[in-house]
């Protein structure tokens, strides 16, 4: 998976829980909940959707990894290098 692909996914995963901000400019490196009115539970809903669309487990204490665009897709690409050397944080 490309680096596109990932942030695919990753916006898909955003807009799946806050519709309303496809199409506004997103700080690749800032916050959602510092640009947005992103709160505990959208975020939530976005780890919860990043995993169904990804198959990634994602642990709790990788949640702040998960914060901005640029952090989710680094984290992603890690998930996703580690399931193909056949390393664990693949699919559930």
């Known amino acids: 998976m490309n680096d596109t692909d990932i942030e ?3 916006r898909s995963a955003l807009y799946l829980v ?3 901000l496809e199409g506004e400019p997103l700080d ?3 916050r959602y909940r510092d640009q947005y009115e992103f709160d505990s539970m959208d975020f939530l809903r976005y780890v919860t959707e990043l995993h169904q669309l990804t198959g990634a487990d994602i642990p709790e204490g990788d949640y702040p990894r998960l914060e901005t ?3 989710a897709m680094a984290y992603l690409k ?3 290098q580690a399931r193909s ?3 664990a ?4």
Not at 89 to 92: H, I, M
């Open 69 to 71: 665009l640029e952090g």
């Open 89 to 92: 944080g693949g699919a559930s």
């Open 18 to 20: 806050a519709p309303d």
């Open 28 to 30: 690749r490196q800032r």
């Open 8 to 10: 695919r996914q990753v």
């Open 85 to 87: 050397a056949g390393g």
């Open 78 to 80: 890690e998930k996703e």
